[in-house]
């Protein structure tokens, strides 16, 4: 499903002091490849003797009159402004002897967004045919140099390039939870620094509608605003929401293009249309048109349009509107996930069906999608959708995005539509990247930064003139546990760089290479003040009480392990930060409580990771979180955030939703042991369908419910509770009155359960001790 809660997952702004330190030492440990810091990888790179140094007295040349090639000069001046304190100016004089020059040069014969860079001793020549290709050149560029450093010297060389695929691409879900107009733009200015060129903006769903549509205000006086969900008994929320007015709009879009950004509008249909129906009920299926709440609940809900004349004018209308802000010739539809429960109960519904002669639901969002995008092509534009509209009688126009995986892509192909892949998992970022503690809230299965890229978009199944269908790639950004716009940033970075170099470099891609030049991209990451994810280079700590001490292990996650490069953990005792010289990681410590130990993990001499601290006291290592415990079933399983506005500041819990269940490991039970553990009373909002009923509940002995203690299985008779009354109507996490655990002989399997009353709230384990 593309946002629903499926049952079954298949896991798959720092100083520039700082970043020129990190520059200064990427000189040192990196090879001396020209592209070093270049991403996406480029084409093809040929390497000649000498060096340009970049300074001060550079001067950037365009030909006089040229306003794009001037545009993608002062940008690259800009750049590196910001990236390198380096300002150089920008002209169209004449050439001074002595001078050294970066030019951008129109000339022909390139593609569409193609583009050369020559670089000379005393001279840089930027050329392209279009405006794109230019644009890209000077991105290129940009990263030739490091990031931290006010000068330096780019290798001689001739860098040719051009992208495998025109649709490269990231999906940004304003509906679930709101992005600022400053926040749009920066991503969009992120996006381009990665050659990524279309903007798939989601912005109505149930959850709210983000657009300002004037002839139907409504649509944000009510429907940009929901009461957001909270445990019950605890104090009520106030609203969230917010939309992007039309003049807001336009100037995104303008900016967008400056950035060579398609931006193309989603407004979903027939379904994801309760946020609509809230502000006007006479446009659902529902025969009595109740008044309907924006949803604060997150999954596949069962509202859909009607199929009035009314609806579709309405729709025609929205639409009118969209395409005079939005001047991509895509507009999305959306088109999934449209449960028929409600048009098959509707007496409206089914009468309009007899009338179109149609008696399958099915083949009346067949209908639908027909009607609304045929109006599209009138008005030159094509229509969008995801891989639910590939039905006979699709229009030959109309593009199908495939999130079911490559084989709706392959069908859309074979029947002669463009089709773009997003598949879920392996390209929606709302999961995970990492096992680490250091994760935000999202889908607890992992996606990882060399899951994405892996991804191969080729189908060697389709023919050369199939092939010439599928338009390229995207990855998704769903927003329902992203409550803040660093979140955001942090689940799509550094994955958005491996999506670019999938769908721009050649296939024939190098892990290795990419860790590398990653390593200088982030350096820029920090210089611009990106929230980005280390995971990939994170360290995995573990702690063990032992005799003398806390044992701590420190490893590194596989992904860069079985990269064979260089790479270490270097750490401190003393307070002080981590540097190449610092002792390096070879074995276990064995550590006093009280010391503070302090790693990071080093690519040759260059600092790759943010730096993990952490202070060890007589509890570290007795403690196990929910991250380090196993889940007793794969069902749906989230990270959490106690108090869900993204401003608790505490770690994530995780937890399976359909079934609220740990495995805690080899427990010496021998003794008799206490057991502490904090829980987290969490608000149930989740449409789930038939699925929840699927659900343990009832099974309580007391009002609140309790902390079940299972030993060897979570179906064995019960071991032990923790009563849960002392954390109910709480908000945040509650530590649990101790308990002591019978005796039993040796070392066991410990679960621990939840008992509840109800669905709502959703019980979470935050962390528990067992010890003797």
Known sequence: ????????????????????????????????????????????????????????????????????????????????????????????????????????????????????????????????????????????????????????????????DAPRYSWRGLMLDSSRHFQSPAF?????????????????????????????????????????????????????????????????VRSIVAFAATRHVQIIPEIDMPGHAQAALAAYPELGAIDSHPTLPVSPNWGVHSHLFNLEPGTFEFLQNVLDEVMQLFPSRYVHIGGDEA?????????????????????????????????????????????????????????????????????????????????VLAPDPMLYLDHRQGPLATEPPGRIAIISLKNVYDFEPYDAELSEAQQQHVLGLQADLWTEHMQTEGRVEWMALPRAAALAEVGWSSPQRSWPDFLKRLVSMSARYRALGLNYADSVFGIDPHFAHAAGGIRVTLANLPELKDAALDSSIRYTLDGQEPSVTSARYAAPLLLAAGTEIRAATYLGSQQASRTWISRLDARTGARRTSHELELCSNGVGLLLEP????SSGHAPLAVDIMNPCWVYRDVDLEHGPQVLAAVAALPFNYELG???????????????????????????????????????????????????????????????????????????????????
């Open 643 to 646: 108090g869900g506005d993204g």
């Open 184 to 248: 749009v733009r920066s991503m969009i200015d992120w996006m381009a620094w990665h050659k990524l060129n279309v903007l798939h903006w989601h912005l109505t769903d149930d959850q709210g509608w983000r657009l300002e549509i004037r002839k139907y205000p409504r649509l944000t006086s009510v429907g940009a605003w929901r009461i957001p969900a909270s445990v019950p008994g605890s104090s009520s929320r106030k609203p969230y929401g917010g939309y992007y007015t039309q003049q807001q």
């Open 690 to 772: 038939l699925d929840a009923a699927k659900i343990r509940v009832g099974d309580n002995r007391t009002r609140e419910g309790e902390l079940e203690v299972h030993v060897d299985g979570c179906d064995t008779a019960t071991f032990s509770v923790l009563p849960l009354a002392a954390a109910a109507n709480r908000d945040g996490v509650t530590e649990l009155p101790a308990t002591r655990l019978p005796r039993l002989p040796g070392r066991h399997d410990v679960c621990l359960r939840f008992a509840r009353p109800r669905l709502d709230p959703l019980w979470a384990l935050d962390w528990v001790e067992i010890e003797n």
């Open 339 to 419: 449960v028929k429960d409600e048009w098959n109960a509707s007496a409206g519904v089914q009468a309009r069906a007899r009338l179109l002669g149609i008696s399958d639901s099915n083949a009346l969002q067949t209908y639908f999608t027909q009607k609304i995008s045929g109006y599209l092509s009138a008005k030159g534009r094509r229509a969008v959708g995801w891989d639910e509209i590939l039905q006979p009688g699709l229009r030959a126009d109309a593009v199908v995005m495939s999130w079911h995986g490559a084989s709706t892509a392959r069908a859309a192909a074979v029947q002669g539509n463009d089709t």
């Open 1 to 160: 499903m593309r946002r629903a809660l499926s049952l079954v997952r298949r896991p798959r702004a720092a100083v520039q002091t700082a970043a020129r330190a990190i520059a200064l030492a990427l000189i040192a440990a990196l090879p001396p490849a020209a592209h070093a810091g270049v991403i996406p990888a480029p084409l093809r790179v040929e390497l000649a003797d000498g060096e340009f140094n970049v300074d001060a007295a550079v001067v950037l040349r365009v030909p006089a009159g040229d306003r794009e090639a001037d545009a993608s000069a002062r940008y690259l001046a800009d750049l590196w402004t910001r990236t390198n304190g380096l300002t150089l100016p920008v002209g169209a004089d004449a050439a001074r002897a002595g001078i050294r020059t970066i030019e951008f040069r129109r000339r022909r014969g390139f593609g569409g967004e193609a583009y050369k860079i020559e670089v000379a001793p005393r001279r840089i020549l930027v050329t392209a045919s279009s405006s794109a290709g230019l644009f890209y050149g000077a991105v290129t560029l940009w990263q030739l140099l490091p990031a931290g450093l006010a000068g330096g010297d780019i290798r001689a060389q001739t860098i040719t």
